[in-house]
């Protein structure tokens, strides 16, 4: 037996025999027209995208209604309609005397190249988009063979590839795919949106998955855990059947409770808000869920096209079309956090040895602050008679708030010249998500209306690990003391200023850990829609003071095995348990 630890894509545990697909990709040779035959290959070239246009929106309006997979076909149509990507085909064919087929595959090749080795989720779900727009015209072209995805199998699989395109996914008929798992990608990719969209549970990110397993083996997949493993033995098997058994109770029980108020056994009340980068991930919940979005991620404006990013009209769009679609809820719009692996090449990013720690979010604000000024004035418009707050990303210091606070006071000024309305006492909030702003939380405090902790980056900051790394993913733990430490320092801060905190990340729907953070004194969090309703059903089991003597007894622990244990113990149905 093998177990790989890679990165969960889509909750469920399945077990069953692998498919394993091809893993290379179909190469175009660049070969030429001749002139006189350059106007008919222009013409083959806008019928084969005129087909491939109809195709995805046919699939699109066969998904019904609004639903996540029908935005991102449609996502997908945009980029087929863009004058730009069209231009970019033409001007192959039509200056150089590239055939149509080596036309689109250096354009999108070119496009493609641009997110390679960024393992940020939001520029791998780009570089997905347009993997499956290239294959997708190279069919209707005829340089490439249709081939599916399942062939002829007979039983339900789970499918290990390189990579499977949006496109590719919507197609799986879920009673044959148990599971799949991918050498590439992330949890927020188009690909694993469809696969929770559809129920199939899913792992991605685990690099040399093609030459882990064989096709026909026995492979138990873990999308919640992230895991897979690879000819387990029957006591291991039996395990996670009996694992497999819970959860879909308890996925029957989210359903049924989903809309019930997320209350303490005491009577506290938590507020469960969402993280989003599109409005359109709220269409996935009823009104009664939507509390609010606590980070609102705008990195998608600028990294879809830098010449719509300086168009502070395109920001108040964007936000005013989520703040709308929250009657009345708060809408948290976090800064460009731009930089590390998120460095679109058009908006003057130059290359450094160690983007993570490089030139990045707010840095990168202050070195382009006329970009920045077009941000923060769209977000001051749009908060006009609505309830929206601003959060600025990576802060590290007191000197960093105070220097955006004053670039925001500047945009106040314009706006206020221009007989421009918006709200003159928005709220300002920081994320906490490096060690250094943590340590000197109090001091921060003073000077904004509330806090964000930012999980995922404050684990990877504090353990100096990648968590998209596989080499180094066991080690991202967020059960570590230092983590659980720097978390009650914040929020003992936020207490001792009276302002705000939430806690944004995976860390709020890991297993015990949301017992454990409202141990450490949290009452608000803010994660995926999906997850939503497993938080509010969890926070319902607990007691504020059984959560407070949890954590007491976690923080007193010398390492993460130590807390894990202690987390496990209370699971299985300790003396305290709820």
Not at 397 to 405: D, G, I, T
Not at 422 to 448: K, N, Q, T, Y
Not at 497 to 503: H, K, N, Q, R
Not at 535 to 562: F, I, K, N, Y
Request: overall charge negative.
């Amino acid at each position: 037996m093998e177990i790989r630890k890679a990165i969960p894509a889509s909750p469920g545990i399945v077990i069953g025999r692998a498919l394993v697909l091809d893993g290379t990709r179909d190469r175009v040779l660049r070969k030429y027209v001749a002139p006189e035959f350059v106007e008919s290959e222009l013409a083959r070239l806008d019928r084969a995208l005129g087909e491939a246009r109809t195709e995805i929106a046919s699939l699109a309006e066969q998904q019904g209604g609004v639903s996540d997979v029908q935005r991102i076909l449609h996502t997908h149509l945009a980029l087929l309609q863009d004058d730009e990507i069209r231009s970019g085909f033409v001007s192959g064919v039509q200056d150089h005397g590239f055939t149509p087929e080596y036309a689109v595959s250096r354009v999108m090749g070119r496009y493609i190249k641009a997110f390679e080795g960024m393992e940020d989720d939001l520029l791998s779900t780009r570089q997905s988009d347009l993997h499956d727009i290239e294959k997708c015209v190279l069919r209707h072209l005829g340089a490439m063979e249709d081939k599916g995805v399942l062939g002829d199998v007979e039983e339900p699989v789970v499918i290990v590839a390189h990579d499977l395109t949006p496109a590719q996914t919507v197609t799986l008929d879920p009673a044959m795919v148990s599971g799949f798992v991918t050498e590439v990608g992330g949890p927020t990719s188009h690909t694993a949106i469809v696969a929770r969209s559809m129920g199939i549970p899913a792992v991605v990110g685990l690099r040399g998955a093609l030459s882990l397993v064989s096709s026909g083996e026995m492979v138990i997949l873990d999308g919640s855990a992230g895991e897979v493993l690879v000819r387990p033995d029957d006591a291991t098997a039996r395990r996670y059947l009996e694992r497999a058994d819970r959860l879909g109770a308890e996925d029957e029980k989210d359903s049924r409770e989903a809309e019930l108020p997320a209350v303490s056994r005491d009577g506290i009340a938590f507020q469960v808000l969402a993280n989003i980068e599109f409005s359109w991930e709220l269409d996935r919940l009823s009104p009664e869920l939507i509390e609010g979005v606590g980070l609102f991620r705008t990195e998608f404006l600028y990294l879809q096209s830098a010449r719509d990013a300086l168009r502070e009209e395109h920001h108040v769009e964007a936000y005013t079309r989520a703040a709308d679609v929250l009657n009345g809820g708060h809408l948290t719009i976090r800064t460009l956090d731009l930089g590390s692996d998120k460095s679109p090449p058009d908006l003057g990013f130059d290359r450094e040895p160690n983007p993570a720690l490089g030139c990045r979010a707010l840095r990168f604000c202050f070195e382009h602050e006329e970009l920045f000024q077009v941000q923060l004035r769209a977000i001051l418009r749009v908060s006009a008679g609505r309830q929206v707050r601003v959060m600025f990303p990576m802060v590290t210091s007191l000197e960093e708030v105070e220097r955006a606070k004053g670039l925001l006071d500047r945009a106040r000024s314009s706006l206020r010249e221009q007989g421009v309305p918006f709200d003159e006492s928005m709220p300002v909030g920081i994320m906490v998500e490096v060690p250094a702003a943590a340590l000197v939380a109090r001091e921060l405090a003073e000077h904004v209306d509330f806090f964000s902790i930012g999980s995922n980056d404050l684990i990877q900051y504090t353990l100096a690990v990648d968590r998209g790394n596989q080499r180094v993913a066991s080690l991202y733990t967020p059960a570590h003391p230092a983590v659980l430490r720097l978390v009650r320092m914040v929020v003992d801060a936020a207490a001792e200023a009276g302002i705000g905190v939430s806690l944004c990340g995976e860390m709020a729907v890991d297993a015990d850990l949301p017992i454990l953070l409202v141990g450490l004194g949290l009452r608000s969090f803010s994660v995926a829609p999906g997850a939503i309703p497993r938080l509010r059903r969890v926070l319902r089991t607990v007691t504020t003071g059984q959560a407070r003597e949890l954590a007491d007894e976690a923080l007193r622990l010398p390492s993460a095995s130590a807390v894990n244990d202690l987390l496990r113990r209370h699971s299985e149905g300790g003396p305290d348990r709820p």
